[in-house]
């Protein structure tokens, strides 16, 4: 390992604007490839919530350069979000190749904003960027990100909205706005007339990309001009997909592998682990997965700068691609490609009390004869409380069995299992459902029923219903679970998941007109049974 040394250094881009970043180098005369992180919360954080810190890195032969992006940090220019990342990646991939003792090879990391300064740098093909690892990012902005099936992720975006706008008060010195801002990052304003489009932010942050978020209900030209999705289609590397079964953005990290395995003639590894957004550690929400879910990722990376800056044989290249870890079981399985294994399917069955008796509804594998409806009121003064899963905060798996007693929640459970069940891959419910309002929610939760009566999500979904099309499908997160012997399997069904998601009013207005005051109460009925047999497709 190499003894490491820092300076601070500056460049410009094509339209003259300064930016800056940290150099660790080596203290060697070798000449060594660069690993670049671009990032917009302060370049000494260097995405340290998850990986090991630069000096780690350039200790192992790299010079890792860590980046302020356009109007961050110290970097000049305004900050508009992802707007200058292409231009600006690329100036700064010829720029750090002509760094003092570089090879000319570069490689990228980072997670969240850093995996998606990644992507961008990809529109544009560059001989010097040779690997990249991009971590729980949107492939396509509108759908792997702000919105879930049409329903506003609120609380992830609003809190990252908040957290940006009070770092752009913080650079201009404005003390009262700051404090204001970060008083309510820790408290989110979710109680304003449109609950969706806070007076904070109207007022604060006008100019904050919440508001085009917002306005942007439907996916357009206006995320079409800002998605990966669309700016990288002819652009070929290896890359290292890295995501989180608890992690809000899994469904971007999944299309763009699927993407990319579908044209890439590189290696195209992907790896799952039990993990939130951050941090990436044993323990996600109340469940502790053990010391098998800590997290690997920077030995893996450093695995993988090896071989395709340096050239060195490693052994990552003689396994199977795809590395998953599977929950309860609390073990890495591995695959040739993610798996897209046979489906089961369990049904609905009721006897109409499935919202006020826990064990009333059940999961069953043959669909009923007969049909059936569960009703629900969805009261929006108090809407059913988010707990865990991949759009709220905290995330990860919580007894949840509070929630599930309440009668605007409809409970589906199955007998205990007489042999172990493994869930891999993609799950969808298949809901007949219908409202008496132009537009409704439903949230879809699987949890385990232990012997003892506790419950603990591991995957969930949410749509937001706009047509009268049946049935409702809901994807689910992507997961890797097992159920135990003896365990049972639960569907809970609501018709709202706040603050994760905006409470829908029923109105059909963009979610930056839903006024509080106009939220409808909403009856929602379920039908099992009969020609209308709602079910869940679990891939095992």
């Known amino acids: 390992m190499f003894k490491i040394k820092r300076e601070t250094l500056s460049m410009r881009t094509r339209d003259g604007i300064r930016l800056d970043a940290d150099v660790y180098y080596p203290d060697s005369s070798e000449s060594f490839p660069i690993l670049l992180m671009r990032q917009p919360y302060g370049r000494k954080i260097a995405s340290t919530v998850v990986y090991a810190h630069p000096i780690w890195y350039?200790?192992?032969?790299?010079?890792?350069?860590?980046?302020?992006?356009?109007?961050?940090?110290?970097?000049?220019?305004?900050?508009?979000?992802?707007?200058?990342?292409?231009?600006?990646?690329?100036?700064?991939?010829?720029?750090?190749?002509?760094?003092?003792?570089?090879?000319?090879?570069?490689?990228?990391?980072?997670?969240?904003?850093?995996?998606?300064?990644?992507?961008?740098?990809?529109?544009?093909?560059?001989?010097?960027?040779?690997?990249?690892?991009?971590?729980?990012?949107?492939?396509?902005?509108?759908?792997?990100?702000?919105?879930?099936?049409?329903?506003?992720?609120?609380?992830?975006?609003?809190?990252?909205?908040i957290q940006l706008a009070a770092e752009t008060a913080r650079l201009k010195g404005d003390t009262i706005t700051f404090q204001k801002l970060y008083a309510a990052s820790r408290n989110l304003p979710l109680s304003d007339a449109i609950p969706a489009n806070p007076n904070l932010l109207q007022e604060l942050a006008p100019d904050s990309f919440y508001h085009d978020w917002l306005t942007h209900r439907d996916f357009d030209d206006y995320w079409a001009n800002l998605s990966p999705k669309n700016l990288i289609k002819n652009i070929d590397l290896p890359m290292l997909h890295i995501g989180g079964w608890f992690d809000p953005y899994l469904r971007g990290t999944l299309n763009l592998y699927r993407e990319m395995i579908s044209r890439s003639q590189f290696p195209q590894h992907l790896i799952i682990g039990p993990w939130g957004h951050l941090p990436w550690g044993r323990k996600v929400g109340s469940i502790d997965y053990t010391k098998e879910a800590i997290s690997p990722i920077d030995q893996i990376q450093l695995d993988w700068f090896d071989y395709f800056l340096k050239g060195k044989a490693k052994q990552f290249l003689n396994q199977p691609p795809v590395s998953l870890f599977e929950m309860v079981s609390n073990q890495w399985r591995y695959f040739d490609s993610f798996p897209k294994n046979n489906q089961v399917s369990y049904y609905l069955a009721s006897e109409g009390l499935s919202n006020i008796r826990e064990d009333e509804g059940k999961l069953v594998t043959s669909p009923p004869s007969l049909s059936v409806t569960d009703i629900i009121v969805h009261d929006p003064w108090r809407p059913v409380p988010a707990l865990g899963g991949h759009a709220s905060i905290p995330s990860g798996s919580f007894e949840r069995s509070n929630i599930d007693i309440r009668s605007d929640v409809l409970t589906y459970t199955s007998e205990p299992l007489t042999e172990d069940l493994s869930i891999i891959g993609e799950v969808v419910v298949e809901i007949y459902c219908t409202a008496d309002a132009d537009s409704f929610d439903l949230c879809a939760v699987l949890s385990t029923v232990d012997n003892q009566g506790k419950v603990y999500n591991f995957t969930q979904g949410y749509i937001r219903v706009n047509s009268e099309e049946l049935p409702i499908k809901i994807p689910l997160q992507a997961t890797c679970m097992k159920i135990t012997q003896n365990h049972c399997l639960r569907l809970s069904l609501s018709g709202a998941c706040f603050p994760a998601y905006s409470v829908n009013t029923g109105t059909g207005k963009l979610p930056k007109d839903e006024q509080l005051i106009d939220a409808k109460i909403i009856t929602l009925t379920v039908n099992s049974g009969g020609n209308q047999s709602s079910k869940i497709l679990l891939s095992i």
Not at 64 to 72: F, H, S
Not at 130 to 136: E, H, L, R, T
């Open 58 to 161: 350039a200790s192992q032969g790299y010079i890792v350069v860590i980046q302020d992006v356009r109007g961050r940090g110290t970097s000049e220019g305004e900050f508009n979000l992802f707007t200058h990342e292409i231009e600006d990646g690329i100036d700064t991939i010829n720029w750090v190749t002509q760094l003092p003792n570089s090879t000319g090879k570069v490689g990228m990391y980072g997670f969240s904003y850093q995996g998606m300064t990644q992507l961008y740098c990809l529109s544009q093909e560059s001989t010097a960027l040779k690997v990249i690892c991009p971590a729980m990012i949107a492939y396509d902005l509108y759908h792997d990100w702000a919105y879930e099936n049409g329903a506003f992720c609120l609380q992830g975006n609003l809190g990252w909205a």
